[in-house]
C-alpha cells in the first residue's frame, strides 16, 4: 500500500530538549516536504527536498532542521524546542512536478507538545 | 499572499451534488489548480487537479472557467463522510500554499 509514515504520532516533551520526529514513504517520490498546522493559520511549509541531499527552506523553518540521506526518509529535527513549536506537523511526498501536475501523498501526522 | 479565495462554509444535503466554488483571478499560465480536503485533523488528501480542461476521477469532477479565472469541485453525491475542509490551491511546481479553505457540512 502507498503510504507516508510518520513516527511517533503523538509526543509530549520539554523545552530544550531535542527531538526527530521521522517520515517515511513508499512510493519512490522524489520530492518530500513537511509542514506545520495551528489554529488560524493553517498549514505552513518548514522544509522541502526535491532530491536526495537536496533540501531547501519553506516559509517557516526557523527552530528546526531536516536530513535527506536516503530518498524514502526525511527526518524533521527540533534541536532546542520551545513552545511555540507546539503544533501538528504533517510530512508529505510526491515525484516532482515542474512541469505538470502530480497528487501529493500526506501522511497522518504528529502531534507535539512542548512543555 | 492568498491566490485564491473561497466561501468560509457550505452546507449540502446527503445525496445531492456539492459544487464548491474557487476564484484565482491571477493565476498564471503555467500554474495548476489543486483541490485537497481535509477531515477533522487527518493529514490532507488529493482530490483532483486540472490545468485548463475539465477533469473527472472517482472522487469528484473540475470545472475550470475559459478564462481559467474560477473553478468549481464538484462531489456528484455527496455523503456525511464527504464533511471536511476542502482547499483550493494554484501552484507551479511542488509548492502547496494553503489558505482558509471551505468547510462543508453535508448534512442528512
Not at chain 1, 523545552?15 to 520526529?21: D, F, R
Not at chain 1, 511549509?45 to 527552530?63: A, C, F, L, R
Not at chain 2, 492568498?2 to 476564484?23: F, I, V, W, Y
Request: with cysteine.
Amino acid at each position: 500500500e502507498a503510504q507516508v509514515t510518520q513516527n511517533p504520532r503523538y509526543l509530549i516533551t520539554v523545552t530544550g530538549k531535542k527531538l526527530t520526529v521521522t517520515c517515511s514513504q513508499n512510493m519512490n517520490h522524489e520530492y518530500m516536504s513537511w509542514y506545520r498546522q495551528d489554529p488560524g493559520l493553517g498549514l505552513r511549509q518548514i522544509y522541502y527536498s526535491m532530491n536526495v541531499e537536496v533540501t531547501d527552506k519553506g516559509d517557516v523553518p526557523e527552530g528546526y532542521k531536516v536530513s535527506r540521506k536516503e530518498k524514502r526518509n526525511f527526518p524533521l529535527i527540533l534541536e532546542s524546542p520551545s513552545p511555540n513549536q507546539t503544533s501538528l506537523y504533517f510530512c508529505a511526498s510526491s515525484r516532482t512536478s515542474r512541469d505538470s501536475g502530480w497528487d501529493q501523498y500526506f501522511g497522518p501526522g504528529t502531534r507535539l507538545l512542548v512543555l | 499572499d492568498a491566490k485564491t479565495t473561497q466561501p468560509p462554509s457550505m452546507d449540502c444535503a446527503e445525496g445531492r451534488a456539492a459544487n464548491l466554488p474557487c476564484n484565482h483571478s491571477t493565476i498564471s499560465g503555467n500554474e495548476y489548480v489543486y483541490w485537497y480536503r481535509q477531515i477533522h485533523s487527518q493529514g490532507p488528501q488529493y482530490i483532483i487537479h486540472g490545468l485548463k480542461n475539465n477533469e473527472t476521477n472517482e472522487m469528484a469532477s473540475l470545472i475550470i472557467t475559459e478564462d481559467r479565472k474560477s473553478s468549481t469541485l464538484i462531489l456528484p453525491h455527496a455523503t456525511l463522510r464527504d464533511t471536511a475542509v476542502y482547499y483550493c490551491i494554484v501552484t507551479y511546481g511542488n509548492k502547496l500554499v494553503f489558505g482558509a479553505g471551505t468547510i462543508l457540512r453535508v448534512k442528512s
